[in-house]
């Protein structure tokens, strides 16, 4: 590892005008490229205090072993350079969008004498006009063959169309009319050549000129009785039609643009591009990267813009760019985008309308992608094997944690504190085993203490089943306060309850996306003592220890989470924290994090289990917010059901005038006698501001205002 200050250059010999750099490694190796408005400010920033860097940034200047730089005249110019060699270099440090796929494009030959149409991929080739990127070559395949019909273009390989004018016959497509067969010289190259002209007209958008033409001839050709010909040219423009309508409109003035959204978390980004030309949507594709550099949503934009259009020109750059953030230098990436097409480019954040609705479809295309990019991650056993022993020889463990427990605390301002418990059994998310806390030692907002609570919770009913279970072994007293087993001091938890949306599934990562979710029901459970049951009615418990405890937090969380373990005589299971800044690992009593590889697996592994185990608390703390907000005084009137109540508040317009009525005036209401009634008037007074009570001999409640009581 070396030191940057062994490397490092004198502020005077940097300069300070536009340029790009370049970090290499102690064989030469170029491990990262960059650019900067000015070289000496941007150069400064890798070579502070090894402490204030990002752990991605600090890795890169300790693998470095030298840097160097070129100045350019402007930042385009920059721009321009950086991808070029991060396209020569291919920089280990810098982020590369990686395809999981080649997309299929639909190709028209046109520096061939007789332009050819077909699906091609891979690199783009010189001569040839290019239209998607397809989600699928089948796709392509069914538009060409509606288009047939009115651009009847060669389709077929060299060695087909050498062979068929060999022998003076055409192929099946020439004699069905979808090829009009210049093999054999029934079209002149000049006349095939329009047919291509105009089929690369309507593929770019410009399809109205193309429909009104073909019926304009069809209604002339009715009119002169030629019937035959204008049934044919109806077809025609049916079969137009239906090739548009498999795109359909998605911007109404016949915007070409292309649409860029990025989804991302703290290890790996997707990006969703959607091509979009003449109104509809002409193509889709899509990236995957690791977020090896410390890089922002804007940074990411700005490299998939590079990785979009550094090879292209022309019209395959549209006239508008819309992103979900500017880079940081937009100026300079329109004018570079301009250069590339030979016309001005618009490079903008949609802010209304159909674009901003469309832009929102694109991102969820992208949160779509990073989701099923880490499903197939994770359900690989390879994979989950490998982040398993990542994480036992980072934690300096005797085994895999093939059992690993999670808990986050949630809260709204120190309102409705709860907390989460989640479990991955063999890397796989276990959601029977869930379970939720309310907080009950004390009010307001405390995570370090809210943690303790909980962990002490779960681990206490852990030690009463092993005693109920015959289990439980006569150990030395541990010096902190333990209760003794069996005596569990605290209420029942009634928000312990499962997460039953979802079987326990040991072979599929969980559907975090779109599964639907119970902790937003009442905090209630449907067994008398409010603990979920076993097949035999005995309750279920907390019979299983993990072989890992992970803490959303940092050192205060850990710390917590150690301590409660003390108290309860627990020594046997490893407590880890996984602060969410900087994705680093906290151990009890160490002073420094863990920190693990950025392409761990064991790091990745343990994000998700804390990713999901702040889903379940979050969305359970939402759901005692929303049961909070929607809560009435009259929920606490024993009897009286959600028609009666509705009853009231129609007949009095309100709760407010409810509680200034007299039992006499509530029994009005039908289906309220005057028990009920009086019910309802002792709840009400109860929850007035003013310490409000019942007038026991008149029923009347009684309101304190400034000049005394009133009736």
């Not at 400010?41 to 470095?64: C, G, I, K, S």
């Not at 040219?233 to 109404?252: C, G, I, N, Q």
């Not at 069996?486 to 326990?504: E, F, K, L, M, S």
């Not at 709840?683 to 009581?709: M, Q």
Request: glycine share 6%.
């Amino acid at each position: 590892m070396a030191d940057p200050s062994s490397y490092r250059p004198k502020p005077g010999q940097i300069p300070d005008s536009p340029g790009v750099y370049k970090f290499r490694d102690e064989h030469r190796r170029v491990i990262y490229v960059g650019k900067a408005k000015n070289l000496r400010q941007r150069l400064a920033n890798y070579f502070q205090d090894l402490a204030a860097l990002h752990p991605r940034t600090r890795t890169m200047v300790t693998t470095a072993a030298s840097v160097e730089w070129t100045v350019v005249s402007t930042e385009v110019e920059a721009l321009q350079l950086e991808y070029s060699w991060i396209k020569e270099f291919d920089p280990r440090f810098n982020v590369k969008y990686r395809d999981d796929k080649s997309y299929p494009y639909l190709a028209v030959t046109l520096d061939e004498e007789f332009p050819r149409v077909q699906v091609m991929r891979g690199a783009k080739k010189k001569g040839v006009r290019y239209f998607g990127p397809y989600g699928h070559a089948w796709a392509i395949r069914e538009t060409v063959d509606l288009m047939l019909r009115v651009f009847p273009v060669r389709t077929c390989s060299a060695g087909v169309f050498r062979n068929a004018a060999r022998t003076g016959r055409p192929c099946l497509l020439g004699y069905i009319g979808k090829c009009s067969a210049p093999c054999v010289g029934r079209v002149t190259p000049e006349e095939h050549r329009e047919l291509a002209d105009d089929f690369c007209d309507f593929m770019a958008g410009r399809t109205g000129t193309y429909i009104r033409r073909l019926e304009k001839d069809m209604m002339a050709a009715a009119e002169e009785m030629e019937y035959e010909r204008a049934a044919r040219l109806r077809d025609d423009v049916e079969a137009l039609k239906l090739a548009m309508e498999k795109s359909a409109v998605v911007l109404a003035d016949a915007t070409d643009a292309d649409l860029i959204a990025v989804a991302e978390d703290e290890l790996e980004a997707a990006v969703q591009i959607f091509h979009v030309r003449g109104g509809r949507v002409r193509g889709q594709r899509g990236w995957v990267t690791d977020k090896v550099e410390n890089v922002d949503t804007s940074g990411l934009v700005e490299h998939a813009l590079q990785q979009l259009y550094g090879e292209e020109t022309g019209d395959s750059v549209p006239k508008e760019v819309l992103v979900p953030a500017l880079p940081e230098d937009p100026d300079a990436v329109s004018q570079w985008l301009a250069g590339r097409r030979g016309s001005q480019v618009s490079l903008r954040i949609p802010q209304r309308g159909d674009k901003k609705d469309l832009m929102a479809t694109v991102q969820r295309n992208a949160q779509q992608a990073l989701g099923l990019h880490k499903t197939k991650r994770a359900s690989d056993l390879t994979t989950r094997s490998r982040a398993l022993e990542e994480i036992a020889e980072a934690l300096g463990l005797d085994t895999a944690p093939l059992r690993i427990e999670c808990f986050d605390i949630s809260h709204l301002q120190g309102d409705d504190v709860v907390a989460s418990m989640v479990v991955f059994e063999d890397g796989l998310a276990r959601k029977s085993e869930y379970r939720r806390f309310q907080i009950k030692g004390f009010e307001g907002q405390d995570d370090v203490r809210s943690m303790h609570e909980v962990i002490g919770r779960r681990f206490k009913r852990y030690l009463q089943e092993k005693e109920r279970t015959g289990e439980w072994e006569e150990t030395p007293a541990p010096s902190g306060p333990v209760p003794a087993p069996g005596a569990d001091t605290t209420a029942p938890d009634t928000t312990t309850a499962p997460d039953t949306t979802t079987a326990p599934d040991t072979t599929t990562a969980p559907d975090t996306t779109t599964a639907p979710d119970t902790t937003a029901a009442p905090d209630t459970a449907s067994e008398p003592d409010g603990e979920p049951r076993e097949d035999d009615g005995r309750p279920k418990r907390f019979a299983y220890p993990p072989q890992l405890v992970v803490v959303d937090g940092g050192q205060p969380q850990v710390a917590a989470a150690k301590r409660a373990l003390d108290e309860l005589g627990i020594d046997d299971i490893a407590v880890c924290g996984l602060a969410k800044r900087l994705e680093e690992v906290w151990l009890p009593e160490d002073d420094d994090p863990v920190v693990l590889p950025r392409s761990s697996e064991g790091l990745y592994l343990l994000q998700r289990v804390r990713d999901e185990a702040h889903r379940f608390a979050i969305t359970y703390q939402r759901a005692k917010r929303a049961k909070r907000i929607r809560s009435s005084p009259l929920d606490a009137v024993a009897g009286l059901g959600e028609t009666r109540k509705q009853a009231l508040i129609k007949h009095f317009g309100s709760v407010k005038k409810l509680k200034q009525a007299t039992i006499d005036e509530i029994c009005e209401v039908p289906g309220i006698g005057r028990r009920t009634a009086e019910s309802v008037a002792v709840a009400l007074a109860s929850t007035a501001p003013a310490a409000p009570a019942v007038n026991t001999a008149t029923g009347e409640i009684i309101e304190e205002n400034d000049g005394g009581s009133t009736t």
